[in-house]
């Protein structure tokens, strides 16, 4: 508004008048609207990458006995975390307690909502005096814990009991998914660094991870790294599928997949994008990447079995997107466009060594490759989101002092942050690896892990859920 | 009388039920079948797992003929299903010793 032009004094003084309540706001900021239903779009494209998207693109790679059974792990498994989510793992994930877990603070989401005054809780985003609703933040994170678990699911198929699996999920997202999620992610949010004290006080509260400087946009060591690790714990507590090696087990429907992993990189602009919190520059330079980093990685993977395995494939296209997207999670909003198109061209041939050459020498039957792409395209995005976040290669750069408004931006240099980048890699991978093989560990010996032999080789389809996918 | 099966490609059929049917033949059985002759099969890859297809898909077609048509039916078969390439089918001949019309009861060439 230009008080300009309102030459008449008394008009002046009238519009004054006016700011007079608006200015009692000022101190005290309210969400923005296009933020609001930024996320709340986010948040629903995330879901849809859970269902149907992961449960079309995993179900595709299956033999056509074990199909629903795939669609009802990742169904119920989603509906599980989700319940869990609101039940405790916000509360434990992202409420200040110590470096590795929250509080009790916000069970069952409590204080989100005061029904009585009818106001919200809000949360913090990366912008001073930009509030979310925290209900908001809630749910977003809901669906990245939800879809975490089921990319797990991909090394245990077409052999596990769905009680196992529900077991599982409880133990591992509990002890895995939400003190990775509070390690990497929690802090206290830009209002509350106002001097150096409050920095010291704040950075103290924060995740431990965190506290290292380590960046991660999207998700590149909470989901990743850690969902495709414990799979490949899974898949070797669990062992090989009957007849592995000896009887062909090809995808039964490849259409699935590829729908499966287009309705993933659609969603996957809720999951990048929307992890910036806010409708802003930050989200549109991570919905840029999302695009251009998977569409170099389709490339990238295709080109490289077409020369190294002689043909190119639709499994191939459709792997490369997925491993596209994975690696460019981390880095999403923290890369400028030069790093979206490395990491999109370097992750496809690497991704496709990770479902060949490296699954041949780790030896497990990680049957939907959950570690040759999510932990190691997960790795490689994480790794080198440290390097290409420098603003000399087209990086954004990194808030290196929160307490000034706006924070400045800087970089550590590229060995110092591949540093703190290897160390939160390292911490994560160990981590998930521990609690997912005690975990998997702990269902074996109370309800077992895999459905008997006849069930297996009849498919789970009829044998764990009455009903089969397709009538002949 | 004699049964006629034969193996041939699936693609060739239509082209195999006209000219038995100008021969003469009056009927058809027809069964869509996998297997192997000196045709190769192919190999799949996913990913990093190779699967070799041995068993291509052919299809079988059985006729039963009165004596007197069977060098016309198996000429018409042959002519019909040739392409000329490795992977052609094969056409085998068997003494029928029975047939039965179910309808009319009739038996003999009568039924066929």
Known sequence: MKISILKPLSLLVGLVAMLGPMLAFADDPVPNKGDTAWMLTSTALVLLMSVPALGLFYGGLVRSKNMLSVLMQVFVGFSLITVLWCVYGYSFAFTAGNPFFGSTDRLFLNGVFDAVKGTFALGATFSKATPMYEIVFVAFQATFAA??????????????????????????????????????????????????????????????????????FAGGTVVHINAGVAGLVGAFVLGKRLGLGKESMPPHSLVMTMIGASLLWFGWFGFNAGSALEANGSASLAFMNTYLATACAVLSWTFAEWIFKGKPSMLGAASGAVAGLVAITPAAGNVGIPGAFVIGLVVGPLCL???????????????LDVFGVHALGGIFGALITGVFNDPALGGPGLVTDWTMNPPTVGYPGEMAQLIIQAKAVGLV?????????????????????????????EGLDISSHGERAYTD | ??????????FKLEDVRQALAEAGVQGLTVTEVKGFGRQ???????????????????????????DSLLDQAVEAIISAAGTGSIGDGKVFVFDLVHAVRIRTGETGDAAL
């Open chain 1, 147 to 216: 879809i975490t678990c089921c990319l797990i699911l991909g090394s245990i198929v077409e052999r596990i009991k769905f009680s196992a699996v529900l077991l599982f999920l409880v133990i591992w997202f509990t002890f895995s998914y939400i003190p990775v999620a509070h390690m990497v992610w929690f802090w206290s949010g830009p209002d509350a660094y106002t001097d150096a004290a409050s920095a010291d006080t704040n950075n103290a509260l924060a995740g431990l991870i965190w506290q290292w400087g380590a960046l991660d």
């Open chain 1, 353 to 367: 060594w990770g479902c060949t050459g490296l699954k041949k020498l780790i030896g497990a039957d990680d049957s």
């Open chain 1, 429 to 457: 991978f160990v981590w998930t690896a521990v609690v997912a093989f005690i975990a998997f560990y702990i269902v074996k010996l109370t309800i077992g892990l895999r459905v008997p032999e006849e069930q297996e080789r």
């Open chain 2, 1 to 10: 009388m004699k049964l006629i099966t034969a193996v041939i490609k699936p």
């Open chain 2, 40 to 66: 190769k099969g192919h190999t799949e890859l996913y990913r990093g797992a190779e699967y070799t297809v041995d068993f291509v898909p052919k299809t079988k077609i059985e006729a039963a003929v009165p």
